[in-house]
Antibody, heavy 120, light 109 residues
Framework: DVQLVESGGGLVKPGGSLRLSCAAS????????MNWVRQAPGKGLEWVSS????????YNADSVKGRFTISRDDAKNSLYLQMDSLRVEDTAVYYC?????????????WGQGTLVTVSS | EIVLTQSPGTLSLSPGESATLSCRAS???????LAWYQHKPGQAPRLLIY???SRATGIPDRFGGSGSGTDFTLTISRLEPEDFAVYYC??????????FGQGTKLEIK
């Protein structure tokens, strides 16, 4: 079964840094584009960042450009999100999601999410 | 930037009824690049429909998607108790890479 398990969330002060991880299993991780999507408290879903297979291309939402860095380690079947210069408005549940090949690159499997709280 | 506007914001219906959810794009979107998700509190979002009308694996045929251009619709027939959730439309491929609508909350009347 496909599994995505996020970790690394927690409480951090504004201006601080945090690194999220997503451990993937049950599929050939190296062949899939991967994404981070977040949901702030009481708000809707917001796409954050994407990385293609082989890390050929990286895409970021304007709201995180220059502050967040997505990366992957195919040998470890892992996806990462390095979050720097964190702001209060980055408080959210962060989901790791696989871009399905048969679903036209729409995310078809998601993790349960990890909560990031930015507060002084 | 493409903006997706969903309506209504909240839809109150009873089990057994049918639901019609709308997603309007600020610019024309290829049908290939429009999807619908279901999201329940504390759970991972679930892909329902991709390519505007193709059901994802394991999705019952009570869920149907249609539309083209700027107007897309998710229809849920014979509502079951587990269908009450928040539904999002999403587009792929135009800057930004992915965009979500603001969501429609389907609640039990």
């Amino acid at each position: 079964d496909v599994q995505l398990v996020e970790s690394g969330g927690g409480l951090v002060k504004p201006g601080g840094s945090l690194r999220l991880s997503c451990a993937a299993s049950g599929f050939s991780f190296r062949n899939y584009n991967m994404n981070w999507v977040r949901q702030a408290p009481g708000k809707g879903l917001e796409w954050v960042s994407s990385i293609t297979s082989s890390s050929s291309y990286i895409y970021n939402a304007d709201s995180v450009k220059g502050r967040f860095t997505i990366s992957r380690d195919d040998a470890k079947n892992s996806l990462y999100l390095q979050m720097d210069s964190l702001r209060v408005e980055d408080t959210a549940v962060y989901y790791c999601a696989r871009a399905g090949i048969s679903t036209g690159y729409f995310p078809d499997y998601w993790g349960q999410g990890t909560l990031v709280t930015v507060s002084s | 930037e493409i903006v997706l506007t969903q309506s209504p914001g909240t839809l109150s219906l009873s089990p057994g009824e049918s639901a019609t959810l709308s997603c309007r794009a600020s610019q024309s979107v290829s049908s290939r690049y429009l999807a619908w998700y279901q999201h329940k509190p504390g759970q991972a979002p679930r892909l329902l429909i991709y390519g505007a009308s193709s059901r994802a694996t394991g999705i019952p045929d009570r869920f149907g998607g249609s539309g083209s251009g700027t107007d897309f619709t998710l229809t849920i027939s014979r509502l079951e108790p587990e269908d009450f959730a928040v539904y999002y439309c999403q587009q792929y491929g135009r800057s930004p890479l992915y965009t979500f609508g603001q969501g429609t909350k389907l609640e039990i009347k």
